[in-house]
């Protein structure tokens, strides 16, 4: 079992910045792909971004392309969403998700119960 423990998120108007963090315990010596998730009011949950277990590879969705960037700290089984120029649009709750045996994590098998980003206009 791994549980993921997000946190970070808070109220920033638009053009701001915020760093997420999600912090990993349990059996973290496995090798697992991390991503980012967000689930906006009346809407499914939607990919953001995602890194490989060793941090040598990261995808975005197109979204965020540019703006947000994810990155990863395995001595602290931490990872990281750094969000810059902030858009209203980018409101949701943001997950963390953890999948083994994948390069990337696209159907976590582990998620954090979520930290709300809200970005004012």
């Known amino acids: 079992q791994v549980q993921l423990v997000e946190s970070g998120g808070g109220l920033v108007q638009a053009g701001g910045s915020l760093r997420l963090s999600c912090a990993a315990s349990g059996r973290t010596k496995s090798s697992y792909a991390m991503g980012w998730f967000r689930q906006a009011p009346g809407k499914e949950r939607e990919f953001v971004a995602t890194i490989t277990w060793n941090g040598d590879s990261t995808y975005y969705a197109d979204s965020v392309k540019g703006r947000f960037t994810i990155s990863r700290d395995n001595a602290k089984n931490t990872v990281y969403l750094q969000m810059n120029s902030l858009k209203p649009e980018d409101t949701a709750v943001y997950y963390c998700?953890?999948?083994?045996?994948?390069?990337?994590?696209?159907?976590?098998?582990?998620w954090g119960q979520g930290t709300q980003v809200t970005v004012s206009s």
């Open positions: 998700g953890a999948e083994a045996g994948k390069r990337i994590a696209t159907m976590p098998d582990y």
